[in-house]
């Protein structure tokens, strides 16, 4: 069965830094682009952050940029986001998803792991 | 940004019914939209792409439509397991915005 698993989520201080990892299996990881997408607490879907097949492309949102970085190793069918100066606002479940289609973001996200908890809190 | 409004946040209604959520982008996206649906403590589930576009394996009872900046999801003959918060999301430019949601409660 095609799958991500997330994990690196917990509790971290105000100013903290986590690193998430999200890792894929049964499919050609390094075929895909991926995201990361989140979700606090009682609120909505918010995108974080993607990255093309071979990390030529790589966006943020403006709430996280310069802040986190995404990066992958394809070798090791691995995602990553690197979060640093984080604050209660960054509190949420953190998904990683993949593009439906190769390499282009265009057509939805159609994998999804089970999303790892960040809880920012002093 | 893209912002992107759905409407309504939440209906009321019944096993057997037919619904439709409207979701509309502040500028043109063209097909570039997706709908899914979340159950609560799960993953998102990807319905629909390019607006119209069922995904493998989602009932046919579900169906998409629009294009431009208006955008509709309906679920014919509602079935319990659709029940759920339903989501739109423009993937037409970075960055990539999702609607507020549409919580579907059984009446």
């Known amino acids: 069965e095609v799958q991500l698993v997330e994990s690196g989520g917990g509790l971290v201080k105000p100013g903290g830094s986590l690193r998430l990892s999200c890792t894929a299996s049964?499919?050609?990881?390094?075929?895909?682009?991926m995201n990361w997408v989140r979700q606090g607490p009682g609120k909505g879907l918010e995108w974080v952050s993607s990255i093309s097949d071979t990390s030529s492309y790589i966006y943020y949102a403006d709430s996280v940029k310069g802040r986190f970085t995404i990066s992958r190793d394809n070798a090791k069918n691995s995602l990553y986001l690197q979060m640093n100066s984080l604050t209660a606002e960054d509190t949420a479940v953190y998904y990683c998803?993949?593009?439906?289609?190769?390499?282009?973001?265009?057509?939805?996200?159609?994998?999804w792991g089970q999303g790892t908890t960040v809880t920012v809190s002093s | 940004d893209i912002q992107m409004t759905q409407s309504p946040s939440s209906v009321s209604t019944s096993v057997g019914d037919r619904v439709t959520i409207t979701c509309r982008a502040s500028?043109?996206?063209?097909?570039?939209l997706a709908w899914y649906q979340q159950k609560p403590g799960k993953a998102p589930k990807l319905l629909i792409y390019?607006?119209?576009s069922l995904q493998s394996g989602v009932p046919s009872r579900f169906s998409g439509s629009g294009s431009g900046t208006d955008f509709t999801l309906t679920i014919n003959s509602l079935q319990p397991e659709d029940f759920a918060t339903y989501y739109c999301q423009q993937t037409n430019s970075f960055p990539i915005t999702f609607g507020q949601g549409t919580r579907l409660e059984i009446k």
């Open positions: 500028q043109d996206i063209s097909s570039w």
């Open positions: 390019t607006a119209s």
């Open positions: 049964k499919f050609t990881f390094s075929s895909f682009s």
């Open positions: 998803a993949r593009v439906s289609v190769g390499a282009t973001f265009n057509y939805g996200m159609d994998v």
